[in-house]
């Protein structure tokens, strides 16, 4: 037990490799940056279509004259926006919502139908925000300038048209 001596190369000539013979393999490169199809992140485009539906209160200076306006029909959204940071979305949408033949309820009256078509649509700016940006669910709002019309399908009567400010909310998962 006693000191060990020195290892010492094999008997011959010993030289050490050349300078540049080996040369050390570069780290692992870092894993790819997670982008694409699972990471709102990027360009958006949202584009729904389906049923919908619509309730609305009509009031007028004749109390006699108020009623509730509802209806079923077609849905169209179309939202098209980009994120400055991943899971939130800034951008531009349209929102159109209709319904064919709706039902009117007077106040203190028996309810009617309407032939004709109710739509109401809404073209503005639009906020959307994922709280996991690999996941699906999130939360928005869109404001804008929003149209609310009445098309009576008899010639005779008026068709209403108002316009003005207007909102959506909405909770989802994609």
Known sequence: YGPQPARQPPPGYYYPPPPGAYVEPPPP????????????????????LGAGAI???WETEAATANAKVSGAGLALDLLIGGSPTPGLVIGG????????????EPDGGSSSEIEGQLGVAQL???????????????????????????QFDDEDDENIEQGGGGAALWVGYD
Do not use: C, Q, W
């Open 29 to 48: 490169s870092p894993e790819p940056k997670d982008t694409g199809r699972h990471l709102h992140d990027g360009f958006y485009l949202g584009m729904s």
């Open 55 to 57: 309730s609305s209160t």
């Open 93 to 104: 949408g349209l929102l159109i919502n209709s319904a064919t033949d709706p039902e009117v």
């Open 124 to 150: 503005g700016v639009f906020i959307d925000g994922f709280f996991d940006p690999t996941g699906g669910f999130h939360v928005g709002g869109m404001l804008g300038l929003a149209t609310y019309s009445v």
